[in-house]
C-alpha cells in the first residue's frame, strides 16, 4: 500500500517505517514534489498533525498522514508541548533545545513527563487521528546516542538509561511514536 509520510524528519521516516512493516510503501514530501517547509501554525499537537496532512492531501490527492510530537514536562506547564522543535532556537537545534531543558529543569525535584504523538490520516479524503504516549523522567545530564530530538534526556517508566540509550528497535516496542503507528497500523489494515 502507498502512502505519502509528510515529515522532513528522516529519524521520524526510518522509525515509522520499522514499525509499519512490509505491506507499506512510505513516499517522502519530496518524491511528490514538495520540498518547502510545512507551516506549523496550530496551538496543539492535533491541530498541526492535521495542518501537515491537509496540506500535502490538498496538493497531491493521495492518501497520506503526519505526526507532530511534543515533549510535555510536568513541571513546566507542559512545556516545551507544541514548541518542542523551537524550544531554544527558530531552527531544529536539538542540543540548544536539551541545554534549555536542564537549564529550566536545574534545582527542580519533579522530573516528570511525557512524549506525546498525534498522526493524522488522510485515506480517501477521510481524516482519522491517532494517539501514542509514553510517561518518563527527565535525565540530569545527557546520556546515549541513539534516536534524536530530546532522546538523550529521556528516561522512560520502569527503565533505568534513556531513549538515546536504547537500539531503535527497544526505543519503538515503547514509544510514544512506536504506538502511535501501531494504532496507524491497524486502522489502515482495518478497511
Ligand atoms: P516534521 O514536522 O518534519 O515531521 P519535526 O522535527 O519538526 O519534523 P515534530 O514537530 O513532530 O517534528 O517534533 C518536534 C520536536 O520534538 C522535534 O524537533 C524533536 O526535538 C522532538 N521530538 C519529536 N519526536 C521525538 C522523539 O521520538 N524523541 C525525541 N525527541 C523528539
Sequence with gaps: MKIVFATNNTHKLSEVRAVLGEGFELVTLREVGITEDIPETGATLDENASIKA????ERTGLDCFADDTGLEVEALNGAPGVHSARYATDGHDFAANNRKLL???NGITNRRARFRTVISLIRGGEELQVEGIVRGTIATE?????????????????????FADMSADQ???ISHRGRAVAELGKALKED
Design 54 to 57: 491537509r496540506y500535502v492531501y
Design 103 to 105: 537549564r529550566e529543569l
Design 142 to 162: 545527557e546520556s546515549g546516542n541513539e534516536g534524536f530530538g530530546y532522546d538523550p534526556l529521556f528516561i522512560p517508566e520502569g527503565y533505568d538509561h534513556t
Design 171 to 173: 526505543k519503538n516496542a
